[in-house]
């Protein structure tokens, strides 16, 4: 077997229950190399013209990749593909976080789920053991709280992905969160989730990455480290300041999308920074698995209805989004 890969993908049948494991196919693995060439070739096989993607004929895809679980930098993310509810096409959304280690570490690359079950289920798997588990006592939970819930119940260890009430219902813009505040933005891909009643996937396990020669790799990785710490985006202001770094720069530049893409430039740019924010809010910088920019932001809200309560970011993207 290639190193780099476990191996093995998990196929899950919410219709019926059943899970059954399948080898990697390693002439796909070497011609459409990471988890999101895997998933776009899988898509393409196997999805039927013209279903609707909120219907159980959906396949949903959460996938990794050979370098996933190393400690190559920037290497800890994974990705979730399918046919997105709010385009009509084939769609992936790349999250990062701890998630796509610990899912290499429960033995698979990728789990592929169809159908939809009864009543809301989540998805459990320890060391290339899967379940499908009851999660009626997470419903219309927030991600933030279905975390806490199966670290409780399960295991500390856990790395969770889920959705919240907004994929529950179907929001055609709804995103599927791991670590509590990092997202798989893109494509509505919650609302699959959700139309297939699987409230959340928690993975954990002990299982090892094979490096086919380690010493090699370590070199590398030290010659990647030492660049993105000299440089002076990635060593520097992304690791001070989070990704909002971009805010005033884009903006100085006048193609900071502003009302919805309206104008390029917004008059109160300085006031959501992250300059500003990290003066302001900022508790503590947190990292993705494996990387040393640590651009994850956690910020402590000064007013309002959650004064006090901690959360994530706020990312560039989000920062323009909102308006």
């Not at 169809?114 to 588990?133: I, N, T």
């Not at 996937?201 to 299982?207: N, Y």
């Not at 402590?300 to 993207?317: D, F, N, T, V, W």
Request: net charge positive.
């Amino acid at each position: 077997m290639p190193c780099g890969y476990m191996g093995r993908i998990l196929h899950v049948n919410l219709s019926t229950g059943e899970i059954v494991e399948e080898e990697l196919n390693w002439d796909i693995a070497g011609d459409y190399i990471g988890g999101r060439g895997y998933s776009a070739k899988l898509l393409y096989d196997n999805l039927k013209p013209r279903i609707d993607p909120l219907s159980p004929d959906n396949i949903l895809i959460v996938s990794t990749g050979p370098l996933t679980g190393t400690n190559v930098p920037t290497s800890g993310r994974f990705c979730i593909a399918s046919k997105s509810p709010l385009t009509g096409t084939i769609f992936d959304s790349q999250c990062g976080g701890t998630f796509g280690w610990a899912m290499k570490r429960s033995g698979f690359d990728l789990f592929i789920i169809k159908g939809r079950s009864e009543k809301p289920v989540y998805l459990y798997v320890k060391d290339g053991k899967a379940e499908l588990r009851s999660a009626e006592h997470l419903t219309s939970k927030l991600t933030s709280e279905v975390e806490d819930i199966l670290k409780s119940e399960v295991s500390e260890n856990v790395r969770v992905l889920s959705i919240g009430p907004a994929g529950e219902n179907l929001v055609r813009i709804a995103s599927i969160i791991s670590d509590k505040h990092r997202a798989a933005g893109r494509g509505g891909l919650g609302a699959v989730m959700g139309s297939k009643n699987l409230k959340a996937i928690a993975v954990e396990g002990k299982r090892r990455i094979e490096v086919a020669n380690p010493k090699a790799l370590a070199r590398e990785v030290k010659k990647a480290q030492d660049i993105l710490r000299r440089n002076a985006l990635t060593g520097g202001s992304l690791t001070k300041y989070g990704t909002g770094c971009l805010v005033n720069v884009v903006n100085k530049f006048g193609v900071f999308p502003t009302m919805n893409f309206n104008h390029g430039y917004f008059e109160h740019a300085e006031n959501i920074s992250g300059e500003t924010l990290r003066e302001r809010l900022l508790v503590k910088s947190e990292g993705c698995y494996a990387c040393p920019i640590r651009c994850g932001r956690i910020i402590r809200l000064s007013k309002g209805i959650y004064k006090g309560e901690l959360a994530g970011g706020p990312e560039y993207e989000t920062l323009w989004s909102l308006g």
